[in-house]
C-alpha cells in the first residue's frame, strides 16, 4: 500500500531516504410511532418502551373500569416525552466528529514521522539486510493482526457478520498492494533516489481520481488546488534544491512510468478500503466495522501475494531465489544482533523492533482515519509527515552521524505543502436544502 494504509509502508520506505424524534400526541390511547422505528432512528433515540406481561390469574377488567383506571391522555402524554431522551443537535454531532478526526489526525502525523525516522534508524543495523527487514514485517503482521482479530471475535467486538464480508474486496486490496509492492521495486532499481519520492507523489493525483470514480465524490475547486500545492510542496522539499532538470537523464522512460503505476495501484488499494467501510455502514447496522477485519485480511492477502512474487522480488534486489534461504537466515541473525558474524549490527534488535512497533501503531491509526473521514484526507496526513520528517532526520540522532542543513528549497516546499492543506480545509458555505 505503499505510504497508504497498511504494511506496504515499509516497503515504500524501502526504496525513498442526525435524526430527531418527532412529537408523538397520544390519541384514543394508542400512541403512533411512525417515525421512530429501528431502521430510521439511532440506537440512543429509540423511546424506552417495557412489554410487561399480564400474570395468568390476575383479573379482567371491564372497558369502562378500565379507562376509568387508566392514567389521563394529557399524563400518558407526559410519560412517552419523559421516555424519550432529548437527541444530540447537528452543531454538537458535526463538533464531535470533527474533534475525534482532528485528534486521529494529529495521533497519525506524530506515528508517520516517528515510523520514518525509525525506519531509517532500524536501517543502521539492517543496512545489508532490508530485503528480510521489509519481508519480516510484511509476514509478522499478518501474524498480529490475525491474532489481535481472534482475540476481539472471542470478545464480541467483531461480529460474524463483519467476519462473512465479502473476501473479494480484500483479495483486490492485497493483489493491487503486492503490485504496487513489485512494480515500485522494479523501478526504484533504476530510478535516481531523489526522483523516488518525487514521482511518488502522484499517489495523491490518482486517489483524487478513483475517489471521483469509485466512491462518486466530488471536490470544490479549492480542495482540488490544495491537493496539488501539497504534492507540488512535497516534491520541492525531498529534491532539496537537487538539479531536476537533469534527474532523469538517460533513464529510460518506461521506469518513471512504472514508478507512477505503482502508486496507482497503491491509490486504488487504499480506495476500496474506504469503499469497504461505506458499504460495511450500510449492512452493519448496529455496529461499524471493526478496522482489524480490513487489516488482517488484507494483509493475509497481500501476503499471499507477495509470496507469488518472492522470486522475481528477490532478484530485483540482486538476490538469486537460490540464494534466499541463506539471506534470509543472515538477516535473521543481525536482527536479533546474535551469532558470530553480525558485525555492523550495533542497534540491534531494539532499533529493528521500534520501528517494527511504530509501524503497526502507524498503520492501525492511519486506517482508522480513513474510516472516520477518508483516503485522500488520510493521504493528505502521511504528506504533511514528510517534510517533518526530513526536518527531525536533518538533527544528530543516535546511531546516526552529525545533523544536516537544509536547503531553502526545502524551506519553501514546505511552505507551499502547508498552503495547500490550508487551501484544501477552508471549509464551504453550507448550501440551502429545499
Known sequence: MGYSMTTTSSFHHFFSAPFHARHCTIKNGAIPFPSLSSSAMPLFQRPRISLLRRPQNAPLYHTSERSSRSPSPATRNVKARASL????????????????????????????????????????????????????????????????????????????????????????????????????????????????????????????????????????FNQIVGCILVATGVAAAVSSGS?????????????????????????????????VFVDAAAHLKEKSLDIFVVNSFGSGFQALFVLLFLPFLSNLRGIPFAQLPSYLKDGACCFLNIGADTTGCNGAPLLPLLYVATNLFFNISLLNVVKISSAVVASLIVMLSVPISIYVLSLPLPYME?????????????????????????????????
Open 402 to 434: 552529525g545533523g544536516s542543513t537544509l536547503s531553502p528549497f526545502f524551506l519553501f516546499g514546505s511552505a507551499v505543502l502547508v498552503l495547500g492543506l490550508m487551501l484544501y480545509s477552508i471549509p464551504q458555505p453550507a448550501k440551502d436544502v429545499l
Open 243 to 275: 538539479d531536476s532538470g537533469q534527474m532523469l537523464s538517460g533513464v529510460e522512460s518506461i521506469w518513471p512510468a512504472l514508478m507512477i503505476a505503482s502508486s496507482a495501484f497503491q491509490a486504488g488499494a487504499s480506495i476500496i478500503k474506504e469503499f
Open 85 to 220: 431522551p432529548e437527541p444530540p443537535s447537528s452543531s454538537s454531532s458535526t463538533s464531535t466528529i470533527t474533534k475525534r478526526v482532528v485528534l486521529s489526525s494529529a495521533l497519525t502525523i506524530a506515528l508517520a514521522v516517528a515510523n520514518r525516522v525509525f525506519y531509517k534508524l532500524a536501517l543502521v543495523p539492517m543496512k545489508s539486510h532490508p530485503f528480510f527487514l521489509a519481508q519480516f514485517t510484511t509476514f509478522g503482521y499478518v501474524v498480529i493482526y490475525f491474532s489481535i482479530l481472534v482475540v476481539r471475535y472471542r470478545s464480541g467486538v467483531v461480529t460474524d457478520e463483519m467476519i462473512g464480508l465479502p473476501k473479494s474486496r480484500f483479495a483486490a486490496i492485497g493483489a493491487l498492494e503486492a503490485l504496487g509492492v513489485a512494480s515500485g521495486m522494479a523501478a526504484a532499481a533504476m530510478l535516481p533516489g531523489p526522483a523516488i519520492p518525487i514521482l511518488s507523489q502522484t499517489f495523491l493525483v490518482w486517489q483524487l481520481s478513483f475517489s471521483a470514480l469509485l466512491l462518486g465524490r466530488t471536490y470544490t
